[in-house]
C-alpha cells in the first residue's frame, strides 16, 4: 500500500486537476445567481471527467509496466500486492473522477451535507467490503489482499458516483442537471475558462506529486519495516488532512460565492474563518494521536520493528498538523478565487526544493531514518504556511470594483 496507494493518490490528484476549476467556476456562477452558466459547467466538467478517466483506465497496462522502475527496493511480495491493487483502482478511474467532480459541484453550491451522508454511507460499505475482500470470510470469499481492497475501493466510489449524480439532477438545488433557463455562454467559452484556471493547477500537481514520489522513494530507501510504519502514520494523518480538506473545500466554495457576489472582504473573512478552525482541529488531532500513539499503531501492525519506528516519529506528525492546516485551507481558497498560478508557485517552492532537500539532509545525511523523513515533510508545510499567510495578509489597498480576483494581490 505504501507503493500503491501512493502512486494512486499521486495520479488520480494530478488528472483530477480540473476539478479546481469545477469549484471556483460553479460557486462564482452560483454567488452570481446564475443558474443556467453552473449547470452548463457542471455538465461540462462531467464529461471531462468521463473523458480523462477512460483514457487513464485504458493506460492502466503502462502503469502497472511502469511500477518497478519507480520502486527498485522492495520485496517480491509487495510489489505484487501492489500491482494487484493498482490493476484494479486506475481501471476504476473515470467511476472515480465522475464520483469526485459530482461531490465538488455539490459542495461549490453550498450544499456540503448530501456529499457528507452519501460519503458516510458508502464508507459503511468500504469497511465491511475491506473486511470480507482483503481477509476473506465465511469459508466462501477467499483472502484477496490488497487487490480486495482495491475492489473495495472502486465499488465505494461507484456507490458515491451514482448518489452524488443523481442528488445534482433535483431542479430544487442551486446547481441542478436538469434545471432550464436560458445561457449566455457557450460550451467553448466555459471550457476555455475551466482550462485557464485548471492548467495552472495541473502543473502544480505534476511537480507536488513528482517531489511526492520521490519523498516516497527515500522511504523505501529504508526498508519494508520502515514502509509499513510510515503507511501507519500516513493513514493516522490522512483523517488529519481530508479534515483540513473539508475546511479547505468550505473556503474554496465561500471565496468563489463571495467573489461572484462582488463581496471581496466578506471572501477574504471566508478563508481566514476556515483556516483558523482547521488549525484548532488538527492541532487537537495531533495532540491526540501523540498521546494514544501506543493505542493506535499497534491497530495496524503487530510486528515489534514497525512500532519502534512508527513510535519515534510520531511527535513529529503531532507538530506538523497547525502548519498542514493552514497551508492546506488557504492553498484551496487561492484556487477557489481563480488564482492558480500563486498556488502553483507556492506549491512549486514547498514540494521540490524544501520538502526534497529536507527529507534528504535529515533521512539520508544526518541518519534520522523516518523521523527524518517526517521532519522533511514538516518543514515543507511550514513554509507554505508562512507564505500562504503572507500573501493573505497584504492589503495594498482596496480593490476597485471591476478587480475580479481581488483577494491576493
Known amino acids: 500500500m505504501q507503493i500503491g496507494g501512493a502512486l494512486e493518490w499521486s495520479i488520480w490528484s494530478v488528472f483530477a486537476a480540473f476539478e479546481v476549476g469545477t469549484i471556483a467556476r460553479v460557486g462564482r456562477l452560483v454567488g452570481a445567481g446564475d443558474r443556467a452558466g453552473a449547470r452548463r459547467v457542471a455538465r461540462l466538467s462531467l464529461g471531462m471527467a468521463i473523458a480523462i ?24 511480495e509487495a510489489m505484487s500486492e501492489a500491482r494487484g491493487y493498482l490493476g484494479v483502482t486506475i481501471a476504476a478511474s473515470p467511476i472515480v473522477f465522475v464520483a469526485a467532480t459530482a461531490t465538488a459541484t455539490l459542495q461549490a453550491g453550498g450544499d456540503t451535507r448530501t456529499p457528507l451522508l ?16 482483503i481477509l476473506g470470510a465465511f469459508g466462501i470469499v477467499p483472502a ?21 449524480t443523481m442528488a445534482l439532477t433535483s431542479r430544487a438545488r442551486p446547481v441542478s442537471l436538469r434545471a ?8 467553448r467559452e466555459e471550457a476555455s475558462q475551466l482550462v485557464r484556471i485548471g492548467g495552472p493547477a495541473f502543473l502544480e500537481r505534476v511537480l507536488y506529486h513528482l517531489g511526492f514520489m520521490t519523498y516516497a522513494l527515500i522511504v523505501t530507501r529504508l526498508g519494508d519495516a520502515a514502509m509499513a510504519a510510515n503507511q501507519s502514520l500516513i493513514s493516522v494523518e490522512s483523517i488529519c488532512f481530508l479534515s483540513a480538506d473539508g475546511f479547505g473545500v468550505a473556503a474554496a466554495a ?5 467573489l461572484g457576489a462582488d463581496k471581496p472582504d466578506q471572501a477574504r473573512s471566508a478563508a481566514w474563518i476556515a483556516a483558523r478552525y482547521a488549525v484548532i482541529t488538527l492541532t487537537s488531532f495531533g ?17 515489534p520493528a514497525v512500532f519502534v519506528i512508527g513510535r519515534s516519529a510520531m511527535p513529529v506528525l503531532a507538530i506538523a498538523q497547525p502548519f498542514m492546516a ?9 484556487r477557489g478565487a481563480g488564482k492558480t498560478r500563486q498556488a502553483l508557485g507556492v506549491s512549486l517552492m514547498g514540494a521540490v526544493p524544501v520538502r526534497l532537500a529536507a527529507a534528504w539532509l535529515f533521512t539520508i545525511v544526518l541518519g534520522f531514518g523516518l523521523v527524518g523523513v517526517w521532519l522533511g515533510s514538516t518543514t515543507d508545510w511550514l513554509v507554505r504556511a508562512a507564505i500562504l499567510a503572507t500573501l493573505f495578509r497584504r492589503r495594498p489597498g482596496e480593490p476597485t470594483r471591476t478587480e475580479p480576483e481581488p483577494l491576493v494581490q
Request: charged share 10%; glycine share 10%; proline share 3%.
Open 254 to 258: 465561500l471565496v468563489a460565492q463571495k
Open 118 to 133: 452519501i460519503g458516510v454511507g458508502a464508507n459503511i460499505i468500504h469497511i465491511a467490503l475491506n473486511r470480507v475482500l
Open 180 to 187: 432550464e433557463g436560458e445561457t449566455s455562454g457557450t460550451i
Open 287 to 303: 495532540i491526540g494521536a501523540l498521546l494514544l500513539r501506543d493505542v493506535i499503531l499497534p491497530i495496524f501492525s503487530d510486528d
Open 144 to 164: 484477496m489482499g490488497a487487490r480486495g481492497a482495491g475492489i473495495s475501493t472502486a465499488v465505494t466510489f461507484a456507490i458515491e458516483a451514482v448518489l452524488a
Open 53 to 76: 478517466g477512460l483514457v487513464l483506465a485504458l493506460a492502466t497496462p503502462l502503469v502497472l509496466a511502469a511500477l518497478p522502475l519507480v520502486a527498485t527496493r522492495v520485496s517480491d
Open 326 to 334: 493552514m497551508g492546506v485551507v488557504l492553498a484551496q481558497a487561492l
